[in-house]
C-alpha cells in the first residue's frame, strides 16, 4: 500500500464497476478518498438506479469513513449537448438532468462531463458554443447543488471543448458560477495541441487557463498518459509509466504544485494492476 505524505486527492477510475456501492469498497480496499465512476452502464439510455442503491451507497461510505467531497461521478457516454439531432439532444438531456438529481440524492458534490460533438458537423462552433451555454444554464436551473463539471476533450471525431477558448466561453457566459467547473485531462490537453512535457510548459498551460478563466474554476484533474503523439487529437490514454508521449513533467508539476491540494485528481489509466504502483510513484514525488 502506498504512502500518502502529500497533501493531495489522487484516486482513479472504476471503469467497469457499474454498482454503486462496490465503487465504495473498492476505493477502501485501494486506499483512496478520491474517485470516480458511471452512473450506470455508460452506453445505456436508461438508467435503473434505485432507493436501495443509494441507501446501500450512503452504508458503505458511512462504514468506512469516505466523503463525497472527492468523489466524481463520470456522466454517460450518450450524452452529446452539441448534438444537431434533436431527438438525440432532448435524449442528452434528460439522461444528464437525471444523472445531476441521481448525484443530488448521493450528496455528491461534482458531476463531470463532455460537451459532446459537432455530430452532423453542420453548425458552426460558435453557435454550438451559443447551443450549449442555454442548455447549460437551463440545465442548472432545473436541477440543484451539483457542479458540472466540463472536461476538456482531445478533439477527435468534432468533440467540442479541445479548444481552451471555447470551454472559456462556455463558463464565462453560466449565469450560476458556483455551479460550473473545469476538468484537465492531461492526455486530452496535450492531444488537443497543449504541449506539457516541461515544467516552463506547464507553468504557460495553466497561467493561460487563470488568465482566460480563472483558476478557481479548475475543480478536477485527470492524470493520464497518452498513447499516441503531441497533437495527435487522439483520445487515447496510456500508463503514467509505460508508452507515455506525455513525458514526466505534468505529473511532478501537479504533484509539487499546492493549487492542486485537495481537489480530486484522477487517474483514468488503462492497467487496473498498475493503479497501486502509479499512485505510489504520484506520492513519491
Ligand atoms: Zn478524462
Not at 512535457?197 to 487557463?209: E, H, P, Q, V
Request: aromatic share 14%.
Amino acid at each position: 500500500m502506498f504512502l500518502k505524505i502529500k497533501n493531495k486527492q489522487i484516486g482513479v477510475h472504476f471503469k467497469n464497476r457499474f454498482t454503486l456501492f462496490n465503487n465504495i469498497k473498492y476505493a477502501f480496499k485501494l486506499n483512496i478518498n478520491t474517485f470516480s465512476f458511471f452512473l450506470g452502464n455508460p452506453l445505456s439510455w436508461n438508467k435503473k438506479i434505485n432507493n436501495s442503491d443509494i441507501y446501500k451507497f450512503k452504508y458503505y461510505l458511512n462504514k468506512y469513513n469516505i466523503k463525497t467531497d472527492y468523489i466524481v461521478p463520470h456522466s454517460s457516454y450518450l450524452i452529446n449537448l452539441c448534438s444537431s439531432n434533436i431527438f438525440n439532444l432532448i435524449k442528452s438531456i434528460k439522461l444528464f438532468i437525471k444523472e445531476i438529481n441521481l448525484c443530488y440524492e448521493l450528496d455528491i458534490k461534482f458531476i463531470n462531463f463532455h460537451l459532446g460533438s459537432n455530430d452532423l458537423r453542420n453548425i458552426n462552433i460558435n453557435k454550438c458554443i451559443d447551443n450549449v451555454i442555454n442548455i447549460l444554464n437551463n440545465i442548472i436551473n432545473k436541477t440543484k447543488k451539483v457542479i458540472l463539471v466540463i472536461e476538456n476533450s482531445a478533439g477527435q471525431d468534432n468533440a467540442i471543448g479541445n479548444n481552451i477558448i471555447d470551454i472559456s466561453k462556455i463558463i464565462n457566459n453560466i449565469d450560476n458560477k458556483s455551479r460550473i467547473g473545469l476538468c484537465i485531462d492531461t492526455c486530452h490537453a496535450f492531444a488537443a495541441g497543449y504541449d506539457l512535457r516541461t515544467l516552463n510548459k506547464c507553468d504557460d498551460f495553466f497561467l493561460y487557463i487563470n488568465k482566460i478563466i480563472g483558476l478557481n474554476f479548475l475543480k478536477v484533474i485527470h492524470l493520464n498518459g497518452s498513447i499516441y503523439k503531441y497533437f495527435s487529437k487522439l483520445d487515447k490514454h496510456s500508463m503514467l509509466l509505460k508508452n507515455n508521449f506525455l513525458g514526466y513533467a505534468v505529473y511532478y508539476w501537479i504533484m509539487t504544485n499546492n493549487l492542486f491540494n485537495n481537489k480530486p485528481i484522477i487517474l483514468e489509466t488503462p492497467n487496473s494492476l498498475k493503479w497501486i504502483e502509479e499512485l505510489s510513484w504520484l506520492y513519491s514525488i
